[in-house]
C-alpha cells in the first residue's frame, strides 16, 4: 500500500460490518468538568445536574457556545503522534490493516493500524456543540434557563475479530465458529431544553431541578445480530450465518442541500437535586463548605419516520464472507454490493425509535481554602432499550482554582471503569478551554486510541462589566448645584 493521504485496507475486515462503522467514522465529549463544575458555570452546569442552576451566585449568565469531542477505541491507533499532530498532518496519515504492511508507509506520514483481532472490538465517538444558553436568578428562590445544542453519538461493540486471526489455522475441522453478539448504534440530534430550578436555604441548602428537552432527529442507525456465526462450506468457502437486524435514515445523506434536515422527533428529561453546606465570607462569590448532588440524565426517545427503514436480514449461503486459498481465509469485499441493496431511497419506509444515552449522575464538590475547591464526579451509563445509545461511564475526581476572571484545573478520569486519564482545564475573561486526555492531546504516544477536546464561550454578571461592588463605590452621583 503506498500513496499520500488517508488510506483503507479493507482486505481483511467483514465488511458488511465495516460498512457501518466507515458509513458514521467522520465524526468525531467526554464529561467536560471544566466548563460543567464550579462557581461560574452557570448555564452549563445544568449538563450533569439540573439542580445546579440554583447555586449560581450571579443574577444572569449567557452561554456563547462550546464544542467538545470524546473518542475511544480499542481497534484503531495511530503510531508515535499526538491528536494535535495528527490534525495538523491529517493528510500524511496512512491506514494499514497490521505491523507488517506498515513498512510500505512513505517516509515522514503517520501511520495508522487497525485491528478487528482485539477481545472487545469496540469503539465510541461522541461529538457535542452547545449553542446560545442563559440562565436567569428571578429571585432567591427560583431560577429560570434554557439551552440549546447539537449532539452526535455513534457507539458499536463486538466487531467480529479478523477473518485471518489464528483462529482458523485448523480450518479444515471447522463447521461453525460461533461470534459474539454484535451491536452499534449512532445519531445525530439537537435538543431545545428549558430549565427550572428551586432553592431553599436554611442551616443546610436544597435544590431541585428539572429539564424537559425537545429532541429533534437528524440521522440514526443501529445495528444487532442474532445466533451469528461463521460457517465453513463443502467448497471451502466461509459463510455468515445467523439474523443481523438494523435501521437507518437518510435524509440528509443523500440530499444536496446544506443543513441538517429533520427526520424524527422525541423528548427527553433531565433530573436531579442537590444539598449543601454554606460558609458565609465576605467574598463577591458567596462560599460552601460542602455540596452533593444525583440526576438522572437524558431518559428519552426519538421515533424516526422520515426516510427511516429497518430491516430483519437473515444470513445464509448468499452472504457468502470469503474463502480458504492456500490455507489462508481471504474476505470478500462486498461493500458495494450491500449499499446497493439496503441503502436507497425506494427502500420501504417502517420507521423505529432510538433512545438517548441515559445516566446517572452523582457529585461532591468540597471548598479547601480560599479559592481552591476540589470535587468527584461520576457518570454511570444506563441502557434504556434495545435500540438505546451509549455514553461512557466515568469517574473524575478534580480541582480547581478559580477567580472571576481566570482559573485552573486538572482532573484525573477513570473511563469506563479501565482507562486512567489525566486532564487540564482553564478559564481566561470569557473563553473556557481544556482535555481529560491531556497526554494524547500534546505528547506523542506509542499507540494513540483515544482523544478529547472541548472549548466554550461565555459572560455573566461577573465577568462582564466591572465588579459590581467597586461599581457600587465609584459610580456615586453628586446632586447637582444650582
Given at each position: 500500500?503506498s500513496g499520500?493521504?488517508?488510506?483503507?485496507?479493507?482486505?481483511?475486515?467483514?465488511?458488511?460490518l465495516?460498512?457501518?462503522?466507515?458509513?458514521?467514522n467522520?465524526f468525531?465529549?467526554?464529561?467536560?468538568?471544566g466548563?460543567?463544575?464550579g462557581n461560574y458555570a452557570?448555564?452549563?452546569s445544568?449538563?450533569?445536574?439540573?439542580?445546579?442552576?440554583?447555586y449560581?451566585?450571579?443574577?444572569?449568565?449567557i452561554?456563547?457556545?462550546?464544542?467538545?469531542f470524546?473518542?475511544?477505541?480499542d481497534?484503531?491507533?495511530?503510531?508515535?503522534?499526538?491528536v494535535?499532530?495528527?490534525i495538523?498532518?491529517?493528510n500524511?496519515?496512512m491506514?494499514f490493516?497490521n505491523?507488517?504492511?506498515a513498512?510500505?508507509?512513505?517516509?515522514?506520514s503517520i501511520?495508522g493500524?487497525?485491528?478487528?483481532?482485539?477481545?472487545s472490538?469496540?469503539?465510541q465517538?461522541?461529538a457535542?456543540v452547545?449553542?446560545p444558553s442563559?440562565?436567569?436568578k428571578?429571585?432567591?428562590n427560583?431560577?429560570l434557563?434554557?439551552?440549546?445544542?447539537?449532539?452526535v453519538?455513534?457507539?458499536?461493540?463486538?466487531?467480529?475479530?479478523?477473518?485471518?486471526?489464528?483462529?482458523?489455522?485448523n480450518?479444515a475441522?471447522?463447521?461453525?465458529?460461533?461470534?459474539p453478539?454484535?451491536?452499534g448504534?449512532?445519531m445525530?440530534?439537537?435538543?431545545?431544553?428549558p430549565?427550572v430550578?428551586?432553592?431553599?436555604?436554611?442551616?443546610?441548602?436544597f435544590?431541585?431541578?428539572i429539564?424537559p428537552?425537545?429532541?429533534?432527529?437528524?440521522?440514526s442507525?443501529?445495528?444487532k445480530?442474532e445466533?451469528l456465526?461463521?460457517?465453513l462450506?463443502?467448497?471451502?468457502?466461509?459463510?455468515?450465518?445467523?439474523?443481523?437486524n438494523?435501521g437507518?435514515?437518510?435524509?440528509?445523506?443523500t440530499?444536496?442541500e446544506?443543513?441538517?434536515?429533520?427526520s424524527?422527533?422525541?423528548s427527553g428529561?433531565d433530573?436531579?437535586f442537590a444539598?449543601?453546606a454554606?460558609?458565609f465570607?465576605?467574598?463577591e462569590?458567596p462560599?460552601?463548605?460542602w455540596r452533593a448532588?444525583?440526576?438522572?440524565?437524558?431518559?428519552?426517545?426519538?421515533?424516526?419516520?422520515?426516510?427511516?427503514?429497518?430491516y430483519?436480514?437473515?444470513?445464509?449461503e448468499?452472504q457468502?464472507?470469503?474463502?480458504?486459498?492456500?490455507?489462508?481465509p481471504?474476505?470478500?469485499n462486498?461493500?458495494?454490493?450491500f449499499?446497493?441493496?439496503?441503502?436507497?431511497d425506494?427502500?420501504?419506509?417502517?420507521g423505529?425509535t432510538i433512545?438517548?444515552p441515559?445516566?446517572?449522575?452523582?457529585?461532591?464538590?468540597?471548598?479547601?481554602?480560599?479559592?481552591l475547591?476540589?470535587?468527584?464526579?461520576?457518570?454511570q451509563?444506563?441502557?434504556?432499550?434495545?435500540?438505546?445509545l451509549?455514553?461512557?461511564s466515568?469517574?473524575?475526581?478534580?480541582?480547581?482554582?478559580?477567580?472571576?476572571?481566570?482559573?485552573?484545573?486538572?482532573?484525573?478520569?477513570?473511563?469506563n471503569?479501565?482507562?486512567?486519564?489525566?486532564?487540564?482545564?482553564?478559564?481566561l475573561?470569557?473563553?473556557?478551554f481544556?482535555?481529560?486526555?491531556?497526554?494524547?492531546?500534546?505528547?506523542?504516544?506509542?499507540?494513540?486510541?483515544?482523544?478529547?477536546?472541548y472549548?466554550?464561550?461565555?459572560?455573566n454578571?461577573f465577568?462582564?462589566?466591572?465588579?459590581?461592588?467597586?461599581?457600587?463605590?465609584?459610580?456615586?452621583?453628586?446632586?447637582p448645584?444650582?
Open positions: 500500500m499520500t493521504g488517508l488510506m483503507f485496507g479493507y482486505s481483511n475486515v467483514p465488511l458488511f465495516y460498512s457501518f462503522y466507515s458509513f458514521f467522520q468525531f465529549g467526554q464529561e467536560q468538568v466548563l460543567r463544575m452557570g448555564s452549563w445544568t449538563a450533569i445536574n439540573p439542580a445546579n442552576s440554583a449560581f451566585s450571579g443574577k444572569w449568565d452561554g456563547m457556545g462550546s464544542f467538545g470524546f473518542g475511544d477505541n481497534i484503531l491507533y495511530l503510531k508515535e503522534t499526538s494535535q499532530k495528527a495538523i498532518h491529517s500524511k496519515i491506514l490493516s505491523e507488517k504492511n513498512i510500505e508507509a512513505e517516509k515522514g501511520i493500524i487497525y485491528d478487528v483481532g482485539q477481545i472490538n469496540f469503539g465517538l461522541l457535542r452547545d449553542g442563559f440562565l436567569f428571578v429571585n432567591q427560583y431560577t434557563g434554557l439551552s440549546s445544542g447539537t449532539r453519538n455513534i457507539g458499536f461493540q463486538n466487531l467480529p475479530r479478523d477473518l485471518s486471526s489464528s483462529q482458523f489455522d480450518f475441522s471447522i463447521k461453525s465458529q460461533s461470534l453478539q454484535l451491536k448504534s449512532a445525530v440530534w439537537s435538543e431545545i431544553a430549565n430550578s428551586y432553592h431553599s436555604t436554611g442551616d443546610y441548602d435544590s431541585i431541578g429539564t428537552k425537545l429532541l429533534i432527529g437528524h440521522e442507525a443501529y445495528l445480530s445466533d456465526a461463521i460457517k462450506g463443502m467448497d471451502s468457502s466461509l459463510y455468515y450465518a445467523g439474523n443481523l438494523f437507518l435514515t437518510h435524509a440528509n445523506l440530499s444536496q446544506v443543513g441538517l434536515k429533520v424524527g422527533w422525541g428529561l433530573v436531579g444539598f449543601g454554606q460558609e465570607t465576605k467574598s462569590v462560599k460552601y463548605k448532588g444525583f440526576a438522572m440524565l437524558d431518559l428519552g426517545f426519538i421515533s424516526y419516520h422520515k426516510k427511516a427503514s429497518k430483519e436480514l437473515p444470513l445464509d448468499s457468502r464472507a470469503g474463502s480458504i486459498e492456500n490455507g489462508e481471504k474476505t470478500v462486498s461493500l458495494t454490493t449499499k446497493e441493496r439496503f441503502i436507497n425506494t427502500a420501504q419506509m417502517h423505529y433512545f438517548t441515559a445516566a446517572l449522575s452523582a457529585h461532591f464538590d468540597y471548598h479547601i481554602v480560599s479559592d475547591y476540589m470535587g468527584i464526579l461520576m457518570i451509563k444506563i441502557p434504556l432499550g434495545a435500540n438505546a451509549k455514553r461512557p466515568s469517574l473524575i475526581l478534580s480541582s480547581r482554582f478559580e477567580r472571576k476572571w481566570y482559573s485552573i484545573g486538572t482532573s484525573l478520569s477513570l473511563v471503569w479501565k482507562n486512567l486519564q489525566l486532564g487540564m482545564s482553564a478559564k475573561g470569557f473563553l473556557y481544556g482535555t481529560e486526555n491531556l497526554m494524547a492531546l500534546a505528547f506523542n504516544k506509542k499507540r494513540l486510541y483515544s482523544t478529547d477536546f472549548v466554550g464561550m461565555k459572560i454578571d465577568t462582564f462589566g466591572s465588579n459590581r461592588k467597586e461599581r457600587n463605590k465609584t459610580k456615586r452621583v453628586k446632586c448645584t444650582f
